[in-house]
């Protein structure tokens, strides 16, 4: 070892010891006489004392060093008379007596320091240097805390991680694949996974009851902040289970998780389903953190001659409590918020409750104080709140006020990221008819099984079907989801058959899932977790880009090692491209 110690464990008990430090140099101050430098590491910071009246030589060395210097130490651990109370070793200093300089440095591209001044594109392509930052440091740290915690909960009950292959075959199910052409079979390419799952049934059909696998997924989408071309699952799979067991086990999990690695006390993780999650926050990912759940205006708000009500489908508020004392200017901002084409509603409507009980709204002239009163009671409002409405057909209205319930939230520093709310949805629709096709698409995937109750449904109104699939959601967002699978070939048959697949286009593509289920298919059911998304909302992050070592820019590019790139001419052609 070229060190005896790191620069982040030396306290004033070892006071007096030789040490042999190395690390980075942070920075340099000069005064007179002396000089002092901030030596990093991975662990932290130790102060670096020269001295004139100690070695002048010594000094003047220290004096060439400039920032990010590769550097060896040895030296003696002295208390310091400045204590510096932000850093673990502020109590010491090492008064050196031997500096080596291990490698120089350019000088560079941005400061490493925890607020930087440089930009997002420039840190990714120096990211090994942005690595050197704390935040980015401490961001990969946790993300290692979380996959050891995820690996240690189910390495103890019984799951083994067994590996799935990286080169399959494309099918046009889902996202758009990632291809690789096969230089062996001429004209042909293999598709990167955009998730093992049909691996994963099969490795329950063969038996092995309990699979996990921390698993590199590809999936060729456009750009949105929260997306990598290759981004991490934890995915799972159980045999002989329902669903509630799957929500047990990955709830104790996910609680383990946020105790392990943030010491979080995630609590109960309460299970709505799809349709009470969409009539109560609008949204099948509601941000639990807080209430601002929707109150059905519908009934009491119409026959005012209140046009843009009365021939809404639906009329529908959340009640900010506290909100009174938002301004007009404030309001406004809100309103306009809304109104941008991402959400593309028409107006908002509102309503004061006065400290003195009487009410304000933007719609007086059609509803007096009585009307207003009828409102404040459907919203449970008091006085110093305020009831934003929105109105329109149902879906939409729902979606809008979802939008706005997650902004006012933002406004009212209800969305805090360091409190973490999670839960369930569960009895999502089976299916989703797509107008562009003009056919069902299956809303998980073609492998997830029906709700048992309404598989009567399947010939008569195949809509209605609700699938047995669960996400879980934590502060608004999706972190996971998976379902019952189906494991009889008749009903995977159906279901294929339901997506519009041709009986020979079901058995290109999937006949390798059926001929297993002809062999004694087990029930079977599983889950997977998007892994940078988790570590995201541990480490309190918007982008996953923070929470992965080497990430893709917003072009899906790695602007580091310049990918992707051109290949050369002779590639090309024996790839047949
Ligand atoms: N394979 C699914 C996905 O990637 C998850 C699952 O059903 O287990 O979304």
Redesign the pocket.
């Known amino acids: 070892m070229l060190r005896s110690h790191t620069c982040g464990e030396l306290r004033l008990t070892d006071s007096g010891k030789t040490v042999t430090l190395c690390g980075w140099v942070q920075r340099r101050r000069d005064f007179g006489s002396m000089s002092f430098i901030d030596l990093r590491d991975r662990y932290g910071i130790t102060q670096l004392s020269f001295n004139e009246d100690y070695k002048v030589e010594l000094l003047e060395s220290a004096r060439s060093l400039a920032r990010e210097f590769v550097i060896k130490i040895v030296g003696t651990v002295t208390e310091r008379s400045n204590k510096n109370e932000n850093l673990n070793t502020g109590d010491i200093e090492i008064v050196v007596d031997q500096l080596e300089i291990l490698n120089a440095s350019l000088t560079p591209p941005f400061t490493i320091e925890d607020d930087t001044d440089g930009g997002e594109e420039i840190r990714l392509k120096y990211r090994y240097l942005d690595i050197r930052r704390n935040p980015v440091k401490e961001k990969l740290t946790i993300r290692h805390a979380a996959n050891k915690s995820i690996r240690h909960f189910l390495d103890g009950h019984d799951f083994i991680e067994v590996e799935t292959p990286y080169l399959i075959k494309s099918t046009p199910e889902g996202a758009r694949d990632f291809v690789v052409p096969s230089r062996l079979n001429e004209n042909q390419f293999y598709a990167l996974p955009?998730?093992p799952?049909t691996f994963k049934q099969l490795l329950m059909v063969s038996g092995l009851d309990r699979y996990y696998q921390v698993v590199k997924?590809f999936r060729d989408e456009d750009f949105r902040s929260d997306r990598q071309p290759e981004f991490t699952?934890i995915?799972c799979e159980m045999t002989f289970v329902e669903r509630d067991d799957v929500l047990q086990i990955f709830e104790n999990m996910i609680r383990g998780l946020f105790k392990e690695s943030v010491n979080y006390d995630l609590g109960e993780i309460p299970v709505l389903t799809y349709a009470q999650a969409l009539e109560t926050y609008g949204s099948d990912k509601p941000d639990m953190r807080f209430g601002m759940t929707f109150n059905y205006l519908t009934q009491v708000a119409k026959g005012h001659d209140f046009g843009i009500f009365d021939n809404a489908e639906c009329i529908i508020a959340i009640n900010v409590t506290g909100g009174a004392s938002m301004t007009r200017k404030e309001i406004d901002a809100i309103t306009d918020y809304i109104k941008r084409p991402q959400i593309g509603a028409k107006g908002l409507i509102y309503c004061r409750v006065n400290e003195d009980g009487s009410y304000k709204s933007s719609v007086d002239k059609f509803f007096d104080q009585t009307a207003l009163a009828r409102w404040a009671e459907h919203c449970d409002s008091q006085p110093g709140d305020i009831m934003l409405v929105l109105s329109g057909d149902l879906q939409t209205t729902q979606k809008q006020l979802n939008e706005l319930r997650l902004h006012v939230g933002d406004f009212m520093g209800l969305r805090d990221a360091s409190q973490f709310k999670a839960c369930w949805v569960v009895d999502f629709p089976l299916l989703e008819w797509d107008e562009e096709t003009n056919r069902f698409h299956a809303m998980?995937?073609p492998f997830t099984s029906p709700i048992a109750d309404d598989l009567s449904l399947i010939d008569i109104a195949p809509e209605k079907i609700r699938a047995n699939a669960y996400d879980m959601a934590i502060n608004g967002m999706e972190v996971g989801?998976?379902?019952i699978r189906i494991h009889d070939k008749k009903l995977q048959q159906r279901m294929f058959d339901l997506l519009g697949f041709t009986p020979e286009e079901a058995k290109s593509q999937f006949g390798f899932l059926m001929n297993a289920f002809e062999y004694g298919a087990p029930p079977h059911g599983?889950?997977?977790f998007g892994f940078d998304r988790l570590c995201a909302i541990l480490t309190g992050t918007d982008s996953i880009r923070d929470v992965i070592a080497f990430p893709k820019n917003n072009m899906g590019r790695d602007v580091m090692i310049d990918a992707p790139s051109p290949i050369s001419n002779d590639q090309r052609k024996e790839l047949n491209l």
């Open positions: 955009q998730s799952q997924c699952q995915d998980h995937h989801g998976g379902s599983g889950i997977a």
